[in-house]
């Protein structure tokens, strides 16, 4: 059994989420950020799905998309907990998990062999010895693939188009991937357009 401590809320423009837990939907210049750089075998798994910010990116490039939540937020099928459930039908995993709930997200992406695994996450979520032990001297990232320009999550999609103040980073698990190389650090191309494509 792994002992797992809960991540505190980064102090950045996500504001609390006054009409359920931990609800940012991803703005959709970050999803074609990874798009530009990674590729997925087959259908795609999106277990944090929310509003389908996320799921409405991956399906117009084609993929076949599963969206599930927890919570129903008008997208996709909810009362569905990753963290618990066995369902594994979908060969790769991309997804904002909830940052409270990040590393039990990324536990239960290894119960499942996946190509892939995309999980969003802060650029921070690098550190701590107890993060260090718990995954990445199990199962280190393939790739991770840091923002450039700052991510900015508005509650309900709604407030400004500026940027956050916390960097992030796309965290890549690749079943196929060479071992020893270790774990690559890249960073995401400039999204030009990302305002537009918010």
Request: charged share 25%; hydrophobic share 40%.
């Amino acid at each position: 059994m792994v002992d797992i401590v809960k991540a505190p809320m980064p102090r950045t423009v996500r504001r609390a989420d006054v009409d359920g837990p931990d609800f940012f939907p991803t703005p959709a210049w970050a999803t074609k950020a990874l798009l530009a750089v990674e590729t997925f075998k087959g259908s795609i798994w999106e277990p944090a799905c929310g509003d389908g910010a996320m799921s409405k990116v991956l399906a117009e490039a084609g993929y076949l998309i599963v969206s599930t939540d927890l919570y129903y937020r008008g997208y996709g099928t909810h009362e569905i907990d990753f963290t618990k459930t066995d369902y594994a039908a979908c060969d790769n995993i991309v997804t904002n998990p909830p940052y409270n709930l990040a590393e039990e997200f990324i536990h239960a992406s290894f119960k499942h062999h996946y190509y892939k695994t995309a999980f969003l996450l802060r650029l921070s979520f690098l550190e701590s010895e107890g993060r260090k032990k718990r995954i990445y001297d199990v199962r280190p990232p393939s790739r991770v693939w840091v923002f450039s320009q700052r991510v900015t999550f508005r509650i309900n999609g709604n407030g400004a188009s500026s940027g956050g103040t916390t960097a992030y980073a796309w965290f890549i698990w690749d079943s196929e991937a060479d071992p020893k190389l270790g774990t690559q650090l890249k960073w995401l191309p400039l999204i030009e357009d990302r305002l537009q494509c918010a």
